[in-house]
């Protein structure tokens, strides 16, 4: 990972083939969020919706993770996920 000034992030995308998965860690400070999802159909399908096949984007996802880092302690403070007809944000107290 490389750092610019107190940011970094390090992202990994994976097609499988169906889907592209994206993860990613991002840490800016004492702020540390961990993402995940599948977030669109793969590259290799030409026309996803033309011809009969498993992949819904309906289907698509993301969940983050928020955590912060106060010197010590790394806390989670939110978790949000959007996607499959639904979104819920959490939010954790001290």
Known sequence: MNWHKDTTLYKIPVD???AVNI???RINGGEVILSTGD???SEIMEEPFKYANDY???SEHSSSWIFKFDGEK????EH??????T????KFLA
Do not use: N, W
Request: glycine share 8%; proline share 0%.
């Open 23 to 25: 993860t990613h860690l």
């Open 16 to 18: 499988d083939g169906f």
């Open 56 to 58: 819904y984007s309906e």
């Open 87 to 90: 979104y819920v944000e959490i």
């Open 80 to 85: 949000m996920i959007a996607g499959l007809f």
């Open 74 to 77: 790394l806390r989670l403070v």
């Open 39 to 41: 977030i669109k159909h």
